[in-house]
């Protein structure tokens, strides 16, 4: 038997999202999850996050997103596929890495 798919997905978070422990939430949420990425605050706002995993599992992470943390408003998350050169942004030698303002 196969092992399941693993995807790349990029996703967008807006609303009130910074201030809040928003990536905080998501790199525990991540590591939770045993996602592959990283996640990054935006001059504009938001939060941009980069998963790699299996579907159902991103799938449930999305819905963690959706949710945030305590004190956090989600508005809207944009997704789109990721790629393995987004990937790269991650720090080397982590598996999901909490990246500087972008």
Known sequence: MSEPARIIVHIV????VQ????????E????????????R?????TVEALFKGE????DDMIAACKRG???????????RAGS?????ARVPGE???LLPTF
Request: proline share 2%; with cysteine; net charge negative.
């Open 13 to 16: 978070v807006h609303g009130r």
């Open 19 to 26: 201030g809040v422990g928003y990536r905080a939430f998501v």
């Open 28 to 39: 525990r949420e991540a590591g939770r999850h045993c996602l592959e990425g990283w996640v």
């Open 41 to 45: 605050n935006c001059r504009d706002g």
């Open 55 to 58: 579907a159902d599992v991103i």
């Open 69 to 79: 943390p305590a004190g956090a408003r989600v508005d809207l998350i944009d997704q």
């Open 84 to 88: 393995e050169a987004d990937l790269r």
């Open 95 to 97: 598996e999901f890495s």
